[in-house]
């Protein structure tokens, strides 16, 4: 070696030293570190590994060191290596459940949509209605995540068959992935068009379970409680959004605007609406038939799939559906089941819910800190209905303690944890958005927190003195 030169293992060093291997490096560091301290009271041994395997993935996903869906699998593994679960059925539980396939069903029915030429048709329409306006188009977009609830219900549904008409729009005025205004369509899909949904009560899968854990409420009153939040909480993402990605609506900064004429309808145009009609009125009359949304969506997927009657070949659907967003879906589903079964769930939330109890003559701080804790264990379990089911009744009884409304405290843990994303794999209608869009982690957790900061500004300063009026006061 010539004298000077740097040694020969320099290169390996400076691999040692990449952004990626840093943040790798961290995630290591935390999981060991909650792996190896001494269990704390109450939290068993195997809680205690499942809560490791579980922030360690949420930093991989976080901070994409790997693809999103290989993070997800490799922690079902250390689930298993580790003796977070029982055995590998347990850990696979997420493979199993019907929300995997409900997103299989839906993501094949925005493909055909797709496919058929009826989202060029609808983008169209669109682009005809925006009369070339950046503006318009996106005010289009928000209007219709509320609007059109009442005929799509479910956000996944929605962001499945949206996506493919507003990608058509973006292609049509030459916008490309990563130009700000193009950002800021998809944030808007990903991260607010599930708020439309929550504040019906057939909207999907948060309002019925957290229905459920609140109490019995008709269509009308749910209406009453959840519409001025989540619209509200609407509005000002909309807004936030728009003033992070506002050099992207500039007219200047997009192309040629001028749609092109709308074509004869094709048969395979009117096949695809034909399945959405008959898929959507099967989601309406569930009361009717009482079948699961996953039917209904795999009802769809058959019907696109078979020769003749359908619209796409099975090449066609295996190449394009996106499977990466049903190992993302179904390994947060294992690893948020494998928090609730071990206990360390219910002891991650009763440790931070019950610090604020020293706030029982502060209601108003006491809700601010309870609000914050739903964030946090929110932005760890990244399964909706895991959430709620863990969180409401520990801040119902944790509000009646303090001497506040059980009822209001479980509102605002829904309002809080359906209200914000925080990575691709913050939900069912999120992922596959977010995934074509190729917005990374990074981007999206950063928004996830400036809307976690508005939201609970606004549930201090608007709704829980709304919720008041109605008849659900904070300190009863």
């Given at each position: 070696?010539?004298?000077?030169?740097?040694?020969?293992?320099?290169?390996?060093?400076?691999?040692?030293?990449?952004?990626?291997?840093?943040?790798?490096?961290?995630?290591?560091?935390?999981?060991?570190?909650?792996?190896?301290?001494?269990?704390?009271?109450?939290?068993?041994?195997?809680?205690?590994?499942?809560?490791?395997?579980?922030?360690?993935?949420?930093?991989?996903?976080?901070?994409?060191?790997?693809?999103?869906?290989?993070?997800?699998?490799?922690?079902?593994?250390?689930?298993?290596?580790?003796?977070?679960?029982?055995?590998?059925?347990?850990?696979?539980?997420?493979?199993?459940?019907?929300?995997?396939?409900?997103?299989?069903?839906?993501?094949?029915?925005?493909?055909?949509?797709?496919?058929?030429?009826?989202?060029?048709?609808?983008?169209?329409?669109l682009m005809r209605g925006a009369v070339g306006s950046p503006y318009l188009l996106y005010m289009q977009m928000l209007f219709s995540f509320a609007a059109l609830t009442f005929a799509l219900p479910s956000a996944s549904t929605r962001g499945a068959i949206?996506?493919?008409?507003?990608?058509?729009?973006?292609?049509?005025?030459?916008?490309?992935?990563?130009?700000?205004?193009?950002?800021?369509?998809?944030?808007?899909?990903?991260?607010?068009?599930?708020?439309?949904?929550?504040?019906?009560?057939?909207?999907?899968?948060?309002?019925?379970?957290?229905?459920?854990?609140?109490?019995?409420?008709?269509?009308?009153?749910?209406?009453?409680?959840?519409?001025?939040?989540?619209?509200?909480?609407?509005?000002?993402?909309?807004?936030?959004?728009?003033?992070?990605?506002?050099?992207?609506?500039?007219?200047?900064?997009?192309?040629?605007?001028?749609?092109?004429?709308?074509?004869?309808?094709?048969?395979?145009?009117?096949?695809?609406?034909?399945?959405?009609?008959?898929?959507?009125?099967?989601?309406?009359?569930?009361?009717?038939?009482?079948?699961?949304?996953?039917?209904?969506?795999?009802?769809?997927?058959?019907?696109?799939?078979?020769?003749?009657?359908?619209?796409?070949?099975?090449?066609?659907?295996?190449?394009?559906?996106?499977?990466?967003?049903?190992?993302?879906?179904?390994?947060?589903?294992?690893?948020?089941?494998?928090?609730?079964?071990?206990g360390a769930a219910a002891w991650f939330s009763e440790t931070l819910v019950g610090g604020v109890s020293h706030l029982a003559t502060q209601p108003w701080l006491a809700l601010l800190a309870l609000a914050v804790c739903f964030a946090v264990v929110r932005?760890?379990?990244?399964?909706?209905?895991?959430?709620?089911?863990?969180?409401?009744?520990?801040?119902?009884?944790?509000?009646?303690?303090?001497?506040?409304?059980?009822?209001?405290?479980?509102?605002?843990?829904?309002?809080?944890?359906?209200?914000?994303?925080?990575?691709?794999?913050?939900?069912?209608?999120?992922?596959?958005?977010?995934?074509?869009?190729?917005?990374?982690n990074a981007e999206i957790f950063r928004f996830g927190i400036a809307m976690t900061v508005a939201v609970i500004a606004i549930l201090l300063l608007m709704v829980v003195p709304y919720w008041g009026l109605v008849g659900y006061p904070l300190a009863p």
């Amino acid at each position: 070696m010539k004298s000077g030169s740097a040694p020969e293992s320099t290169p390996v060093f400076r691999a040692l030293l990449t952004p990626t291997a840093a943040k790798l490096a961290v995630a290591l560091a935390v999981f060991l570190a909650i792996l190896l301290m001494p269990t704390p009271e109450g939290l068993t041994l195997q809680g205690q590994r499942a809560l490791a395997v579980m922030t360690f993935v949420v930093i991989l996903w976080a901070t994409e060191v790997v693809h999103s869906s290989v993070a997800g699998i490799i922690g079902v593994v250390l689930l298993v290596l580790f003796g977070a679960v029982s055995g590998i059925g347990e850990a696979v539980y997420g493979f199993s459940q019907p929300v995997c396939y409900f997103l299989i069903g839906i993501l094949t029915l925005g493909l055909a949509v797709h496919h058929s030429g009826l989202a060029e048709r609808m983008a169209v329409f669109l682009m005809r209605g925006a009369v070339g306006s950046p503006y318009l188009l996106y005010m289009q977009m928000l209007f219709s995540f509320a609007a059109l609830t009442f005929a799509l219900p479910s956000a996944s549904t929605r962001g499945a068959i949206m996506v493919h008409v507003y990608e058509q729009v973006l292609e049509q005025w030459n916008v490309p992935q990563g130009h700000p205004f193009y950002k800021a369509t998809m944030m808007a899909m990903g991260a607010l068009n599930r708020l439309g949904s929550t504040a019906l009560l057939a909207g999907g899968i948060t309002p019925v379970v957290a229905s459920g854990l609140l109490g019995d409420f008709s269509w009308t009153q749910w209406f009453v409680i959840m519409s001025v939040p989540f619209y509200a909480n609407l509005i000002v993402g909309g807004t936030m959004l728009f003033l992070f990605y506002r050099s992207g609506f500039r007219p200047e900064n997009i192309g040629n605007a001028t749609p092109p004429a709308p074509g004869p309808i094709k048969s395979a145009e009117l096949k695809a609406g034909g399945i959405v009609i008959l898929t959507a009125l099967m989601w309406f009359t569930d009361f009717a038939h009482g079948l699961h949304p996953s039917v209904p969506a795999l009802i769809a997927l058959c019907l696109i799939l078979l020769p003749r009657v359908g619209i796409l070949s099975w090449s066609e659907f295996e190449r394009n559906v996106g499977w990466t967003n049903f190992f993302v879906i179904a390994t947060s589903l294992s690893l948020a089941h494998a928090l609730v079964s071990s206990g360390a769930a219910a002891w991650f939330s009763e440790t931070l819910v019950g610090g604020v109890s020293h706030l029982a003559t502060q209601p108003w701080l006491a809700l601010l800190a309870l609000a914050v804790c739903f964030a946090v264990v929110r932005m760890l379990m990244p399964n909706i209905a895991g959430y709620l089911a863990l969180v409401i009744p520990v801040a119902m009884a944790t509000g009646e303690s303090l001497g506040l409304n059980p009822l209001v405290c479980g509102m605002a843990a829904v309002v809080v944890g359906d209200s914000a994303v925080y990575y691709g794999a913050g939900g069912t209608s999120a992922v596959f958005v977010f995934q074509r869009a190729n917005i990374g982690n990074a981007e999206i957790f950063r928004f996830g927190i400036a809307m976690t900061v508005a939201v609970i500004a606004i549930l201090l300063l608007m709704v829980v003195p709304y919720w008041g009026l109605v008849g659900y006061p904070l300190a009863p």
